[in-house]
């Protein structure tokens, strides 16, 4: 690492960081499913502690941790278990504590005087998220508490402090800022740098997307995505947990009844189609979901059309020269944001697919050859490996 950056620390890296939204362990499913449908950030954290109380109400516990984020992505997996698809109703009701993850070390508390060596290496060793005390001078800290008491904000207080989080994309965004200290590395390939990885996740576009759930929930923890892939190992798309993570709940019938192909359709293009509804509630009837049906209204926005040709995917469409797939707005409840399976080529320079990554807001970009077939994948945690 350059010896210019070693000087940096991970407060440095949360500047202007809003604080968590947070959730109690004794939480049900339901209250993270709400707390996540009003929440900015695509992650709620979990403390096994009742973090949340005023300030001047604080019992300092040293022993009140964050154990853990949940995202809607989990919500969605969860709900598409066997044991869950006949009374989502009941599966709401289950303890937060089982959307968490059972690995150890993805959520870890750092000071924030850490250097940023010692941030990347813990990245490294498979952390996510790491959660660091929010440094505010006085006047800071007088401005804040105002405008939470003018807004519904509830974020996490814990011995009169506030957390916020240091992901992976922050770590990269922060040394793409200094990319010219580490000249000439930026602009090697990544096929030369040898950071491709040839093992990722993938499902055939025919398949049922239901065979994918393991897929989604283990590339939401690989912090990667599915790649939708034809018989001739085109990339199609993929079935990224970024999009589902706009989503909302009642896409876990979507997953349960469509092909992989048609959940594309559902997801990312301003809304699901109204023949692909149809056809949602029609199998959840045959499978006597009634249970999924009544309580989940699936609804088709008024912008959203059966016989919009732009509105259902093919599994012969492929990936234009350019190497960016256009898609659709994604469909959300909540938002909508433009999806777009982000890929470059194996002669792509490191700078280059970093800033693409970024750009996108993601943490991995898939790798094609010239004709379209997949080769691979690069995530930010293996080009860390490059800068540490």
């Known amino acids: 690492m350059a010896v210019r950056l070693l000087a940096y ?6 500047l202007g960081k809003p604080p968590l939204r ?3 362990i004794s939480a049900t499913v339901g209250d993270a499913l709400s707390a996540l449908k009003i929440s900015d ?3 709620i954290s979990v403390w096994n502690c009742n973090h949340s109380s005023p300030a001047k109400n604080v019992v300092v516990d040293d022993n009140c941790r964050c154990v853990g984020k949940v995202c809607m992505v989990d919500v969605i997996c969860f709900l598409c278990k066997d044991e869950n698809l006949s009374s989502p109703s009941s599966a709401l009701k289950s303890p937060v504590s089982a959307l968490l993850s059972n690995s150890q070390g993805l959520v870890r508390h750092v000071d924030p005087s850490s250097s940023l060596a010692e941030a990347i290496d813990l990245i490294l060793q498979g952390a996510h998220c790491l959660v660091v005390p929010i440094k505010r001078n006085s006047t800071s800290n007088s401005k804040r508490k105002l405008l939470l008491q003018k807004s519904a904000i509830t974020s996490t207080v814990h011995n009169g402090r506030e957390y916020c989080w240091v992901t992976q994309e922050d770590v990269i965004r922060f040394l793409v800022s200094s990319i010219g200290l580490f000249s000439p590395i930026p602009a090697l390939s990544i096929e030369a740098l040898g950071i ?3 093992e990722f996740l993938a499902i055939g576009y025919h398949s049922p997307a239901s065979s994918a759930v393991g897929a989604i929930s283990l590339s939401l923890a690989e912090k990667t995505s599915v790649a939708v892939v034809d018989d001739n190992g085109i990339l199609i798309g993929e079935i990224s947990p970024f999009t589902l993570a706009c989503c909302d709940e009642t896409v876990a019938a979507a997953i349960t009844t469509l092909s992989a192909g048609d959940l594309m359709a559902y997801i990312d293009c301003g809304g699901p189609p109204e023949d692909i509804v149809r056809i949602v509630k029609e199998r959840l009837k045959d499978r006597n979901l009634e249970g999924m049906l009544e309580e989940f209204a699936i609804e088709t926005p008024s912008n959203s059309s059966s016989s919009d040709e732009e509105s259902l995917w093919s599994p012969t469409t492929t990936l234009p020269r350019s190497g960016r797939y256009s898609r659709c707005s994604s469909y959300s409840a909540r938002m909508v944001r433009r999806a777009e399976a982000i890929v470059c080529h194996p002669g792509s320079s490191l700078v280059a697919v970093m800033i693409q990554a970024l750009a996108h807001r993601v ?12 080769v691979g994948i690069v995530t ?3 080009m860390l490996q490059v800068f540490r």
Request: one cysteine or more; glycine letters at 0%.
């Open 380 to 382: 930010f945690a293996n």
């Open 196 to 198: 491709i990885s040839t």
């Open 41 to 43: 950030d695509n992650y």
């Open 363 to 374: 943490n991995y970009v898939w790798v094609i050859e010239e004709d379209n077939s997949l």
């Open 9 to 14: 620390e991970v407060a440095d890296l949360c």
């Open 22 to 24: 947070s959730l109690s």
